[in-house]
């Protein structure tokens, strides 16, 4: 099988321990290296599911050789890209970091908002569209990166993915983000780092790597019987494309920007993105020197097959299969460019995934979809004859009811009043589960209440919307994706958290919880440094 350079998971599962905080190395001294992976949308589900399945060193290594945490959630609700990515290395939730959602309205002038948007910058050597994501400006706390610059002016921060947000936002201010371009199947930073590319980038783009899997079929690793716990292929809630083998680029004359944006959803394209970090790791020199550094790669294929067919789908079991090949192949090519005692490896997710509401509907569970349209407009409809004729909500901002606020005032309507009554609409919804309203999330008021801790925690005022909501289990908004995440239920708050590297992290298991905003603080411990000054997480325990 081609080598499939990529990257790699997770953990799971539980024996409870002692905690301890992380021991000192065992040969003294700093990892050359901290490598952090982050899978795009994996559920911790996933990777226990199917552990008999893994290859003997990819996630095995974790496993049998790592610590691996097995409750390891995100602590608050709305559970998207760009705030996961924001949270693992600054240690910190939407509440302090700024990045409510992936975007938002700006509260003032009504303006979408990208979270690692910033027009002042551009890509370099790509078009720059109007939201595309070019520098961290949004970002309100510091990351990990940004204190290991700080502490050793000559250490590297190098982030690298698939999509903007997820190299932006965990480079915090002080790395330099990577990120693959659809226009033309190579990667690309922006002028908000440097003005042009390093040789070495110059050099990997030059070969034009991507256009090597123009053609290729994606197949499946294993025999049909080893499929037989996920959902067949094909399901009539699919998005097309569920089935495999899939040739990539099939109907295409040569690579294009059409080939370059099917590549995503593939397991090549984590190759790819492997394939673009070695490039980083040998062009920048990282782990060869006394001045430690980081590289962040985070893959992001298994979000978009998810989203298109479901973590219970077969397609999205081999590509997870797939990612523990690429893992393996990953770590033998670290032990030799760094020396296996010489790097730490923190293994994570941005976010889970929900069984898609036809799946639980199928197995007799309750679930459906909220339309975001339909629901303003009975609350339009309800506060029109309450308060008179007029468009009260304006829309949704990261799954929150925009008020008019000017019409408000003209009509001096009281803002707790109509809050309550447009509360009142979304409660009747089927598929809400609770609403709370800016006067409460401001003043914490209602802690306790349900969920509105983990609510409040993605809740930043001078970006949020007036309505928090949040949706029933099972239930999601929209009907773009065949299935999506955002809620603070399990199956999206509950993502993989593993740790390796000999010298400084002891091997086990721990079933104690713990929360993704753990990782930046150990991290830092493990590297001598203090954790990011927002940071609300604590040292891992330890086995």
């Known amino acids: 099988m081609k080598k499939i350079i990529f990257i790699a998971l997770f953990f799971l599962a539980g024996c409870a321990v002692v905690p301890t905080q992380p021991p000192a190395p065992v040969y003294g001294g700093k990892p050359r290296l901290v490598v952090v992976l982050v899978v795009d949308g994996l559920p911790q589900r996933q990777v226990v599911d199917y552990r008999d399945q893994l290859a003997p060193d990819g996630f095995e290594r974790f496993f049998s050789r790592g610590a691996w945490f097995t409750d390891a959630h ?84 190098i982030a690298i993915s698939g999509k903007d947000r997820g190299a932006i936002l965990p480079a915090g201010k002080s790395g330099v983000a990577y990120m693959y371009q659809a226009q033309t199947g190579q990667f690309a930073s922006t002028t908000w780092y440097m003005k042009e590319h390093p040789q070495w980038v110059q050099d990997f783009n030059a070969k034009k790597p991507a256009d090597a899997f123009f053609g290729m079929e994606w197949k499946a690793l294993l025999i049909e019987s ?36 099917a590549l995503i959803p593939t397991p090549f394209s984590d190759e790819l993105t492997l394939s673009f970090a070695r490039a980083a790791i040998a062009g920048e020199g990282l782990g060869k020197d006394a001045a430690p550094d980081i590289l962040i790669v985070s893959l992001s294929g298994h979000d978009y097959i998810n989203h298109a067919y479901g973590a219970e789908s077969r397609i999205s079991h081999d590509h997870f299969l797939y990612l523990d090949r690429a893992l393996q192949e990953f770590f033998s090519d670290l032990d030799v460019a760094i020396g296996r005692e010489g790097y730490v490896v923190a293994f994570t997710a941005d976010h889970g995934f929900m069984p898609a509401p036809e799946y639980n509907q199928s197995l007799g569970r309750d679930g459906g979809r909220i339309d975001s349209a339909q629901t303003l407009a009975r609350i339009n409809a309800a506060l029109g004859k309450k308060l008179g004729e ?51 999330l401001d003043s914490g008021s209602r802690k306790g209440a349900p969920i509105f801790d983990q609510m409040s925690k993605s809740w930043y005022s001078a970006r949020s919307a007036d309505l928090q909501v949040s949706p029933k289990p099972g239930w999601m908004f929209g009907s773009g994706n ?52 927002q940071a609300e997480g604590k040292r891992l325990p330890l086995p």
């Open 482 to 533: 065949m299935t999506t995440h955002a809620s603070p239920h399990p199956y999206d708050t509950n993502v993989p958290i593993l740790l390796y590297g000999p010298s400084w992290v002891t091997a086990g298991r721990v079933d104690k919880r713990v929360e993704v905003s753990d990782i930046a603080p150990t991290l830092a411990a493990i590297l001598g440094i203090p954790a990011p000054a």
């Open 74 to 157: 995100y602590g608050y609700a709305n559970t998207q890209t760009g705030p996961g990515h924001a949270t693992i290395l600054t240690g910190a939730y939407p509440h302090r970091t700024g990045i409510i959602a992936n975007e938002w309205r700006n509260p003032a002038t009504g303006e979408a908002e990208y979270c690692a948007g910033d027009t002042s910058a551009t890509y370099i050597g790509h078009k720059t569209n109007k939201l595309d994501g070019t520098s961290p400006k949004n970002l309100m706390a510091e990351s990990l990166g940004d204190v290991l610059k700080r502490v050793n002016p000559d250490s590297k921060v």
């Open 226 to 261: 080893a499929y037989a716990r996920s959902v067949p292929d094909d399901r009539k809630w699919y998005k097309p494309g569920g089935k495999l083998p899939k040739k990539i680029g099939a109907g295409m004359d040569k690579p294009g920007p059409a080939f370059y944006g």
């Open 390 to 440: 007029g468009q009260w909500a304006t829309g949704w901002s990261a799954q929150a009811v925009v008020l008019n606020h000017k019409l408000i005032a003209e009509r001096k309507v009281s803002v707790a009043d109509l809050s309550e009554e447009a509360r009142k609409v979304l409660m009747a919804e089927p598929g809400v589960e609770a609403v709370y309203t800016r006067a409460e």
